[in-house]
């Protein structure tokens, strides 16, 4: 699964990339959503994507809460692991997101990226 679908916190839909594990595109509308998909996957499998994103499937393990954003967590999850707190933070700030957003998970995951240790990102490590 090179990308797929996810439901933001406001309702609108991003798309996340497992090779640049990243958003590729964010703040899209489902309309949006299904067009620029069905640009890159064509339409059947855009749509399959975007039902499977608003129903918050699962991607590999059991979400931990059921509030329809288990996607979202997993997805920042990745961005702080592979990119660090900054770059995270930077990324919310860009979808209008606040630092309270940051999932727990999220946090610790960054935890021992080494290349995100700098005073911004040792102030977020140390909420745990």
Same mark, same amino acid.
């Given at each position: 699964?090179?990308?797929?679908?996810?439901?933001? +916190?406001?309702?609108?839909?991003?798309?996340?990339?497992?090779?640049? $594990?990243?958003?590729?595109?964010?703040?899209?509308?489902?309309?949006?959503?299904?067009?620029?998909?069905?640009?890159?996957?064509?339409?059947?499998?855009?749509? *399959?994507?975007?039902?499977?994103?608003?129903?918050?499937?699962?991607?590999?393990? +059991?979400?931990?809460?059921? $509030?329809?954003?288990?996607?979202?967590?997993?997805?920042?999850?990745?961005?702080?692991?592979?990119?660090?707190?900054?770059?995270?933070?930077?990324?919310?700030?860009?979808?209008?997101?606040?630092?309270?957003?940051?999932?727990?998970?999220?946090?610790?995951?960054?935890?021992?990226? *080494?290349? $995100?240790?700098?005073?911004?990102?040792?102030?977020?490590?140390?909420?745990?």
């Amino acid at each position: 699964m090179a990308s797929y679908m996810l439901k933001q +916190p406001d309702g609108l839909i991003a798309i996340f990339s497992s090779v640049v $594990d990243d958003f590729t595109y964010y703040d899209l509308t489902p309309e949006q959503a299904l067009e620029c998909g069905t640009e890159q996957w064509g339409r059947r499998t855009a749509q *399959e994507k975007l039902d499977r994103a608003l129903a918050d499937e699962r991607l590999w393990k +059991p979400h931990t809460t059921d $509030d329809g954003l288990g996607r979202w967590r997993e997805s920042l999850k990745t961005i702080a692991f592979r990119h660090g707190i900054k770059h995270l933070k930077k990324v919310l700030e860009e979808i209008g997101q606040g630092d309270a957003e940051i999932p727990q998970e999220a946090i610790e995951a960054a935890r021992d990226v *080494e290349s $995100d240790m700098d005073h911004e990102s040792e102030a977020y490590k140390s909420r745990m």
